[in-house]
């Protein structure tokens, strides 16, 4: 039996639709997915705390409790970047440990955390803490393609992770450029080396993702992320329906309650139809783009591209840029694609091609990565590239976040006068001016006008 995470109700929508399905929205399906049967929900994390704050005006811990509260027979996940959390720094232990405390006591069972380098020490916090108070952690391995993330890599990084103290692994392919037979390769090696439960979170838009989760799960995978039709496809995961048939009578069989599913086709292509018709969602979104097997470019990354080269009146450089990307990311230590790295080889890649001598102009977020502020580079980074971007600057060996200060306790000092909770301080670290606003219009709402005058 293959059991099954949904999660039309998180990645599903930030894949689609840049996270904009609403509480309300969310609270409603997952009434009815409790009892569908599945393994977990993806519920929280991500980009939805971003943009709960940033474009909703929603309370993200509101968020999860009404969820919590629809779903009392299922676990609920989430998905955070280690010590980066749902943001995009390194943060200090004591709100490392803060925030996974309160995501337990608000409503979350299992929470899967991913860093971007695969250096575990970024991850030593999140693990540490979400099993003391309680919670499942599963570690996720970023996958991608190089001459060094080789089967060996991924099987050596599994012991790793099983030693951290980890209850499951994730293979987490977020460009969806893992193919059947990598698949099987590596989940066969996988499951003979490591203990643990492995499951595999992918994306559509190449067009193979099927036929991987296929191969993976005749490989002997564990679990397996798809998304509620027609919350699917494209730049989402598999169809949860589609699977579920596939391997209908088979030893595979997830044994989905089909019943309650039909329950939540409706409303899932209600919500499919708004956000169409109000233009949050790009019918582009669906269609899949088999190039990223050459270029290894998330659809995510890909996207933010074409807005840089259409702000600067480049498309024509676009073969370029893309051309680019892979040269950028060998002389980085092949980093794999995924948040922050992406966008940060994204748009060092378009800065080389655009200025005319690469690397003459660099984004800081580069200067901080050769610095060693986001971890250790996967192979080696470039000498010559380093010398001319950062000089003979000293590069930090040590884990990150062990030169951060403590500054929960500061935080909740500074905004005494506003912050309510544990979990207004947490908003308030995580997005520091963005909290700021929304939680002075929760506690002191602007009058109807006020309002009214914000959105014409």
């Known amino acids: 039996m293959v059991k099954i995470v949904e999660t039309s109700v998180r990645d599903g929508h930030q894949s689609l639709f840049a996270t904009r399905m609403t509480t309300e929205e969310v609270v409603k399906l997952c ?14 994390g991500g980009a939805t705390f971003d943009a709960c704050l940033r474009f909703l005006n929603e309370d993200p811990w509101e968020r999860l409790r009404a969820v919590r509260k629809a779903c009392p027979n299922t676990k609920l996940q989430m998905l955070f970047r280690g010590q980066n959390i749902l943001g995009y720094r390194h943060y200090s232990d004591d709100v490392v440990d803060m925030f996974c405390k309160k995501s337990i006591e608000n409503g979350i069972d299992i929470i899967r955390v991913f860093d971007a380098l695969n250096d575990l020490r970024n991850l030593k916090t999140a693990v540490e803490s979400t099993k003391k108070y309680g919670g499942e952690c599963q570690i996720a ?53 490591s203990k643990l439960p492995i499951e595999l979170h992918s994306h559509c838009t190449a067009g193979i993702c099927e036929m991987t989760y296929m191969a993976a799960i005749k490989a002997g995978i564990d679990i397996v992320d798809t998304s509620l039709s027609p919350l699917s496809n494209g730049t989402a995961q598999p169809s949860t329906q589609a699977l579920n048939y596939a391997l209908k009578g088979s030893e595979y069989d997830p044994k989905l309650n089909v019943e309650e599913i039909h329950k939540a086709e409706p409303i899932v292509t209600e919500i499919v139809n708004k956000y169409l018709k109000n233009g949050l969602l790009n019918p582009k979104s669906f269609q899949i783009n088999p190039n990223i097997l050459t270029y290894q470019v998330p659809g995510g990354m890909l996207s933010n591209m074409i807005k840089q080269l259409t702000d600067q009146g480049a498309m024509d450089k676009y073969e370029e840029v893309l051309k680019e990307i892979p040269r950028v990311r060998k002389e980085m230590g092949y980093p794999p694609l995924v948040t922050p790295l992406s966008q940060m080889v994204g748009t060092q890649s378009v800065l080389n091609i655009l200025g005319g001598e690469r690397y003459k102009l660099c984004a800081k977020e580069i200067k901080d990565y050769l610095h060693g502020k986001y971890g250790k580079s996967p192979a080696p980074v470039d000498e010559d590239i380093k010398k001319k971007i950062i000089g003979d600057d000293k590069v930090i060996t040590c884990r990150p976040a062990d030169l951060l200060e403590p500054e929960y306790e500061t935080l909740k000092e500074k905004y005494k006068d506003l912050a309510r909770s544990d979990e207004d301080v947490l908003s308030l670290a995580l997005f520091e001016q963005v909290a700021v606003d929304f939680l002075t219009n929760k506690y002191n709402p602007k009058s109807d006008s006020d309002e009214f005058e914000m959105y014409i």
Not at 151 to 159: F, Q, R, T, W
């Open 141 to 193: 391995l970023s996958y991608t393609t190089s001459p060094i993330h080789t089967i060996d890599y991924y099987v050596n990084l599994a012991k790793e992770i099983e030693a951290l103290g980890a209850d499951s692994i994730c293979i987490k392919d977020m460009a969806g450029v893992l193919l059947p037979d990598d698949a099987t390769a590596l989940v066969s090696a996988l499951k003979k080396n």
């Open 31 to 44: 009434k009815i997915y409790d009892n569908v049967g599945y393994h977990a929900i993806e519920v929280w």
